[in-house]
């Protein structure tokens, strides 16, 4: 009798027709778990704080018909009011808090980058987008990372929500002005978002391809996204960007659509290793790119940092190389973080800790401390924007009066 020979080809064939089928059964039980995202809500007093006024100007307000009726719950015989990150900011509008960009500055590109993956890229770019939203600003957040974790965490199920068109993969093969299409709204309504798909992996070997870098009409193929970003920039006070653990061309396209990188470091030898081989290969890209690229600041933040001795002499040694760099606040380990990655959930979205109070309150705190310290650099980045166009401005008016 002769043996059947091993066809690794059918082999395949087969396994895609019947994982196609399993992946349809899979998708079928997560829709039946859809959920829509929502905000958490607060009472008047937290508003008023949020929104930088007082509980009675709010209602004055309301009274007046300067600002919406507002939502009211049962609390025990009373009636409450309760309000949202978006109706906080629609407070702000009304008394002309809303912060913004200054006039004479444009959208800063925050990317949040480095080579080693679980350094806390995603949840600290999460969290700075969401931050700003609470705050106030317009953002635009942008999932450059396949794994589609920022994705996920607003309730989008790549492929049963997302389809061709609904990432960064057409604004960077065929169209800059595509990416309009591909942002979609979210339950912040000043926070959109570039989702990210699976099938986004495509665009690292696309773009490699060497009738790409001859392809005039795009433009290099690492300049792509900061083409495509200038469609929609104007509408936006500041883009953050999540990167995937690797520097193909999605993520060398955050790096020369940057204006400012925050480069995560948990601060174990292997990830400071590992940090040095980035900025090894940074310089390279830099001289290879010296037109594209124009980061103007990069800050080091430490992320994870456990209470060991030995975490703390890596501190010092790191603060020793790099001091300069490194923001001042730092994320340490909170088990806060690590339960509202495997629930998908940023922790500015829930009200209700599902651990201790004291561990939440500490978690938010030290989140509000980077993202300040993060924020205080945008906005050193609008000031030199600003005094830079000042002076062109008066060297401008001095040649042509001299
Ligand atoms: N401060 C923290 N304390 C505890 N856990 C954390 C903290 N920051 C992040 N984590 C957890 O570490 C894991 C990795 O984080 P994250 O996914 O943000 O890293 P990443 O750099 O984006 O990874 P990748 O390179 O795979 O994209 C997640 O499970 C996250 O919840
Ligand atoms: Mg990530």
Redesign the pocket.
Known sequence: MQAMRFNFRTLCRNAAERGGQMQQRLLDALEARHTVKTLPEFGIERAAQLASCTANHIRNLETRGDLPEPRMVEAGSIQRRIYNYNEINRIRDAIGKRPSRPNGAGCVRVV?S?L???????????HFAQYLAREGYRILLIDA?P?A?VTGAFGFIPDLDLGDGDDLFPALTETPSLITQAIKQTHWDNLDLVPARLALQYTDWRLSQPEERGNEALGPPPVRLHRALKQVENRYDIIVI????SLGMLSLNAIAAANLIVM?IVPHMYDISSSVQYFRILEQLCALYEREINVQRLSILL???DASTETLNNIAVINGAYGELLLSNR????????????DQLSIYEIDQPRGSRDTYNR?IM?LDGVNTEILLAVRQLWQQEILSGIEATEASSAGASS
């Open positions: 949040f480095n080693k993956g679980g350094v806390a890229k995603t949840t600290m770019s999460l990372d794994q974790t999540d990167t995937p653990p995560p992320t994870k940092v994320m340490s380990l909170t088990k806060e973080l690590q339960k509202s990655a495997s978690a030290m």
